[in-house]
Structures are given as C-alpha cells and as structure tokens.
C-alpha cells in the first residue's frame, strides 16, 4: 500500500512505526529505513512516518541535512530485520555525528558485533558519538575492549567519563 500516511504527526515514534508495519509490513519498514540511512528516497509519505512534524517541516522546504539518515537508523530501534546490519555498520562511519551516535545505539540495542567500528569512534570529535560508542560497547563487547574504553575515563565531557564507567562496569559484570 502507499500513499500512506500517519494519523498523527505528533504521536511517538513508537506509535508511527506501528502503524508503518500495519502499511508496509516490517520487512518493508526496514527496506525504506535502510534506503533512507543510504541516501536515497524512501517515499515523503514513508518520511512522515519516521519523522513526523519534524519531516513535514523538511517536506515544507526546511534543510534536509542529515535527517532522512538519523531517521531510518531511528527506525531500526523499533522495527529490525537482519538484513539492515550492513546498513548500521556503514552509519557508523557517517559523516554526520548524529547518524554515527544514532548507529552506535542501534548497534547496542540489536547486539550487533560492530566493534572495530566501535572502537574508532571512542576517539570520534563528537562527545555523544564517543559516549554512544562507549556504552555499545558495554553492551555488546568483550572484556578486551575495556583497555580502549578506559582512556574515556579522562575525558572532558562528564557524559562521557559516565558512559566509560557504565561500559566498563557492564563488561567486568559479563566476564
């Protein structure tokens, strides 16, 4: 079915990707989320589903900028299927930061192994990717990974000394 679109802008995103699977089922949720995370259209009514106020906004001539990204990986929080982890793999090298962070979440949250990708972004320019990079790797590394974590310990931004910490503890609980 297309030309769909949500019942409410405003609702959750939560409650807007479910009615996305009730359109297109979740595999073709994840189809269109992954196309939006490599840059390429997904539809403007799939845009509202994922973005909701803030995509008619951009559907309305605001600046695209990274969002259509940001969104599909958002999307992956909600709705999975395997067939995506590529698609996270690659949005931790984005070059936007909130694409990277937002990859790195979705990483922790599907247990996905991205750790070589991980590890680089510890050092990322951006507190909240080294932060999202930290507590992913809580979630889904090894003992090992703890050495890298630890110079995050030092770091200038108190989120990110916490994220460290709370990676670290979660590794230590696991080994």
């Known amino acids: 079915m297309s030309d769909a679109t949500p019942s409410d802008l405003s609702a959750p995103t939560e409650a ?8 297109w089922g979740e595999t073709g949720v994840v189809d269109r989320a992954v196309a939006l995370i490599g840059g390429l259209s997904a539809g403007d009514d799939f845009l509202l589903f994922v973005g909701g106020t803030h995509a008619q906004g951009v ?6 900028l990274y969002w259509p990204e940001v969104w599909g990986m958002r999307t992956l ?9 590529d698609a996270v793999r690659s949005g931790l090298q984005n070059q936007a ?9 979705v990483t922790a949250a599907r247990s996905l192994l ?9 050092t990322d ?16 590394g090894s003992a090992g990974e703890g050495e890298s974590i630890r110079p995050l310990l030092r770091d200038k931004e108190i989120d990110v000394r916490r994220a460290a910490q709370q990676a670290l503890d979660a590794l230590s609980s696991r080994s």
Request: charged content about 25%.
């Open 16 to 23: 807007r990707l479910a009615e996305a699977v009730s359109h």
């Open 114 to 122: 991205h750790t070589a990708e991980l590890l680089e972004l510890l």
């Open 77 to 85: 929080l909600y709705v999975w299927d395997d067939s995506a982890a």
């Open 59 to 64: 559907l309305e001539g605001a600046p695209v």
């Open 97 to 105: 930061w909130r694409v990277r962070e937002m990859a790195a979440r």
């Open 125 to 140: 320019d951006v507190a909240r990717v080294r932060a999202a990079a930290a507590r992913a790797l809580g979630a889904v």
